[in-house]
């Protein structure tokens, strides 16, 4: 089948019924499945492709066949458009459901002013001769006759107070159709409900008939000739038990209307016999299109019906006499000054007259706005006074431009949400760059203007590191090489202090410091620094001295002692360490040995019992400290070195199985199972 046009009203329908039934996420998933955008524009037509795979994807996601999805997208439709503003239009289509269905078409006609692209199903109703309701849907659109029950269902219990029941009788390709050839009938099964009684009445025999009916709600099933049900029906408002006045039209005996006058009255219509021989026609209709004049022509001679698409005939139109009838003229009939112009659309009412043997075309021309009766060289004064198209184009002209007006704030607003989407994108990578730059707390009270005062730190753990023979590797390189080995170096480094939870203070050139227990005090801060530093050490190995080919080495002190850190600048503020303790942390990274990581006394005694292995280094002469004796951490005792790194790590087990076979399992470190080998 090929692609149609639908208007983004049906795919936001959609998009509100996951979103109210299933909620947010689902809706989330689902757009992204389908590979759709987020918001749709109510006169915007799309391809039918997306609602199709808005659809078979929300089967997936929801375990639900496509018939009972396309039913529930039924009844939550009818709902969306009571929600949207067409209740009152809807309810007041009929008094009950066989009048509902046979306007249906002709509320299409009316929405088609507003969308034109819109290619609606059509519906026709008939009696069976055992009394039941037959629905006929006709559609270009295959597959989605399930929508139909859903529609039907809600219709009657919110407006008729009544349980209906539909189902499928046969389903074919109509061949008397020149469109939506999509055929399916369905048998349409009607309960009334019965309301509570209040009190208890006394029956007047007179009325027996009424009393019998205020229990039912008036539902009938397209009757054709009217029943003793039917006589009291008609004469009694269902659900208030008030009665109306009985209505008996009185016809003359002769028409009191003379030929000129009617046709002049009527100034378009045609009256055309069986064989669609025209027998007379209005006067603007046939100035409009001059071959009617002559008395014998045939009516599909220069008309092609255009809706209902069925084809031109006496039968296919008795068939479909309750539709509205759209006839568009034929361009080669019409007069050599009017043949460049847009095609002369007609609609109106087919109205058969069984006493003649001839059909009646009561019509006017198909207009949405003022543009297009220019287009067409009419005026309002070619339209009858009484002929509500006049009033109808200029209120169109008005929709229209209102229609354009919500187009465009649609399309702003649409605008308005990417930018406001993307703009929260940007925001989030300001965050995250801001946050790497100072800690979180003191991000966001900068972002708010006030001021961050100076903390005191009575304990944390401060590391230095370096790069041994760096000024050597410098002059012997290019500026790039340099640059991509600090890169990954630093890269390495950086994984490393969201794995133990320590904050990076800065780097100056090849000098990497770090802090453990600031800004935020932690009691594990030379724990979580020390296993940092084992990571250092190893992730070092994998980044290679561009001179030798060979891992690079570096140099690592720590001291733990008091600090005191502010925010520093106000160009480029920079949450700086001050006191003592950096220095000594920065005199142990320069005394320090290739490869080794150098602890300081009190740094030591912050390890002590920790489960980490060090050695003493001796006493050694501290540049401004004097004699000190140092300490080298060389491992964790009880961390594994993937624990160090973050990375995952597979633990292996070993048993027996029945055959006596010995046969391995492999876990990860989150202790799902890998591997089974034997």
Not at 237 to 249: R, W
Not at 443 to 455: P, R, S, T, W
Not at 531 to 550: D, K, S, W
Request: net charge positive; proline share 4%.
């Amino acid at each position: 089948m090929s692609s149609l046009p639908q208007y983004g009203f049906i795919n936001t329908c959609l998009k509100s019924l996951v979103i109210e039934k299933f909620g947010e996420e689902t809706w989330e998933k689902l757009k992204t499945q389908a590979e759709v955008q987020d918001t749709f524009m109510t006169y915007t037509v799309y391809d039918d492709a997306i609602t199709l795979k808005l659809i078979q994807e929300a089967c997936k996601i929801l375990d639900v066949s496509e018939d009972a999805m396309l039913k529930l997208f039924g009844e939550y439709f009818f709902t969306f458009c009571k929600m949207s503003g067409y209740d009152r239009m809807l309810q007041t289509l009929g008094g009950n459901l066989t009048e509902f269905i046979e306007n249906l078409d002709a509320l299409h006609s009316y929405l088609a002013l507003s969308y034109q692209e819109m290619n609606a199903p059509s519906f026709r109703v008939e009696k069976r001769t055992d009394g039941a309701m037959l629905l006929h849907y006709y559609s270009d659109r295959r597959g989605l006759c399930h929508i139909v029950p859903g529609i039907i269902e809600s219709v009657a219990r919110d407006f008729f107070n009544s349980e209906v029941t539909m189902e499928i009788l046969t389903q074919s390709e109509e061949k008397e159709r020149t469109g939506k050839k999509e055929h399916v009938i369905f048998l349409v099964l009607q309960k009334a409900k019965r309301p509570k009684r209040k009190t208890k009445k006394t029956i007047n025999p007179e009325n027996v008939a009424f009393q019998k009916t205020e229990n039912y709600s008036a539902l009938p099933c397209c009757p054709e000739k009217k029943s003793h049900w039917d006589i009291v029906r008609s004469v009694v408002k269902f659900g208030k038990g008030n009665l109306s006045h009985t209505f008996d039209p009185v016809y003359p005996e002769r028409l009191w209307v003379e030929e000129r006058t009617f046709c002049n009255a009527f100034p378009f219509h045609i009256v055309f016999d069986e064989e669609l021989r025209i027998k007379q026609a209005g006067v603007n209709i046939q100035k409009f299109v001059p071959g009617l004049r002559r008395p014998g022509s045939r009516v599909d001679k220069y008309f092609t019906v255009v809706h209902p698409q069925v084809t031109f005939t006496i039968f296919s139109i008795r068939k479909f006499i309750n539709s509205q009838f759209v006839l568009r003229a034929h361009r080669e009939m019409l007069p050599d000054s009017r043949r460049n112009q847009p095609m002369l659309k007609l609609r109106g009412q087919m109205i058969w007259m069984e006493s003649i043997q001839c059909m009646m075309y009561l019509c006017s021309p198909k207009l949405r706005s003022l543009e297009e009766l220019e287009e067409q060289k009419m005026h309002i004064s070619d339209i009858a006074q009484h002929d509500t198209t006049r009033d109808l184009i200029l209120l169109n002209q008005q929709r229209l431009a209102e229609i354009e007006l919500s187009n465009q704030l649609e399309r702003k607003k649409e605008e308005l949400r990417i930018l406001s989407k993307n703009l929260e994108a940007e925001k989030k990578k300001t965050e995250t760059l801001l946050y790497a730059m100072l800690p979180k707390h003191v991000a966001n009270l900068l972002k708010e203007g006030k001021k961050v005062e100076a903390g005191e730190f009575n304990s944390c753990t401060i590391l230095f590191s370096d790069i041994v023979t760096f000024t050597n590797i410098c002059s012997a390189c290019e500026p790039i090489q340099i640059v991509n080995m600090l890169n990954s170096m630093y890269s390495k480094f950086d994984r490393l202090t969201s794995v133990h939870n320590v904050y990076k203070v800065e780097t100056i050139g090849d000098a990497y410091m770090v802090v453990g227990g600031v800004p935020v005090p932690i009691a594990s801060h030379a724990k979580r620094v020390a296993n940092f530093a084992l990571g250092m050490r190893t992730a070092a190995r994998e980044v290679m001295n561009p001179i030798t080919g060979e891992p690079i080495q570096i140099r690592v002190g720590i001291h733990t002692g008091p600090v005191l850190a502010g925010v520093v600048g106000e160009k480029m503020p920079r949450y700086c360490l001050f006191g003592d303790t950096v220095n000594t942390a920065s005199r142990m990274e320069s005394h320090g040995l290739p490869n080794k990581i150098h602890l300081s006394p009190t740094t030591f005694r912050a390890l002590q019992n920790q489960g980490f292995e060090i050695v003493e280094r001796g006493e050694i002469e501290v540049k401004g400290k004097g004699k000190m004796t140092t300490y080298i951490l060389r491992q964790n005792l009880y961390a594994t070195e993937n624990e160090i790194m973050g990375r995952a790590e597979k633990q292996h087990s070993s048993h027996t199985d029945q055959t006596g076979k010995l046969r391995e399992t492999c876990y990860n470190s989150d202790g799902n199972k890998e591997l089974i080998s034997s």
